[in-house]
């Protein structure tokens, strides 16, 4: 089975642009969850989709927001970026039945903002 | 609120030498717990998970950690670590929460000497 990709792998933006990363789940895989790795914060629960629907959801401003499509790939935007934007960007898929909670990570976007 | 610390920001170690990267937790209930590795650029790679059962469990890559709910503890051990092993470990926590939001330590990087 493919793993999960994440595209695209480098993005280089400007203070107050926005972005969209895109990210494909294992295949039957149908949760997806995002998460922001900084330096300074580690690692950190961004939100989680299951079924086009928003689960869960961490302790991030409303500029960060996500969707999730029927064949279950997922996008995440962050509007009016700011320079603490500038993370590694990872996104998760996990399945069902004796493998829910287990995640698989895709190799992450590298978001710099200028 | 839910918590996991890895005590250790940093450890070097000789090649062939033992390993045992640390861990505690924070949470009520029956802890799902995993470690992580993740080499420079990369994402995260699942090393083992523990979610009910033998206290004992074996991973990939020669690691095996040990479940100790007295000490709320969950560390990472491989008897002989090999070059290759250089990377940062993560510990993780699913939350109580749940809906495949994980809590992460703030990671130990490990450095092989040859």
């Known amino acids: 089975k493919a793993g999960v990709t994440q595209t695209p792998r480098y993005l280089i933006k400007t203070r107050g642009q926005q972005v969209t990363l895109s990210c494909s789940p294992i295949?039957?895989?149908?949760?997806v969850s995002w998460y922001q790795q900084t330096p300074g914060q580690g690692l950190q629960f961004l939100f989680e989709?299951?079924?086009?629907?928003?689960?869960n959801k961490g302790n991030f401003p409303g500029r960060f927001s996500g969707r999730q499509f029927s064949n279950s790939r997922s996008e995440m935007n962050v509007s009016t970026l700011e320079l603490g934007d500038s993370a590694l960007y990872l996104c998760?898929?996990?399945?069902?039945?004796?493998?829910?909670?287990?995640?698989?990570f895709g190799p992450g976007t590298r978001l710099t903002v200028l | 609120a839910q918590s996991v610390t890895q005590p250790d920001i940093h450890i070097t170690v000789s090649e062939g030498a033992s390993l045992e990267l640390r861990c505690n937790y924070s949470?009520?209930?029956?802890?799902?717990l995993f470690w992580y590795v993740q080499s420079p650029g990369q994402g995260l790679q699942l090393l083992l998970k523990?979610?009910?059962?033998?206290?004992l469990v074996q991973g990939i890559k020669g690691f095996e950690a040990e479940f100790k709910r007295s000490q709320s503890s969950f560390n990472l051990r491989k008897p002989s670590v090999h070059w290759s092993d250089a990377a940062e470990y993560f510990c993780?926590?699913?939350?109580?929460?749940?809906?495949?939001?994980?809590?992460f330590g703030a990671g130990t990087r490990l450095a092989v000497h040859p």
């Open positions: 523990y979610f009910s059962g033998d206290t």
């Open positions: 989709y299951f079924s086009e629907t928003q689960r």
């Open positions: 295949s039957g895989h149908r949760s």
């Open positions: 998760a898929s996990s399945g069902t039945g004796e493998s829910y909670n287990e995640q698989f």
């Open positions: 993780a926590v699913v939350s109580s929460g749940g809906y495949n939001k994980l809590i």
């Open positions: 949470y009520g209930a029956t802890p799902y």
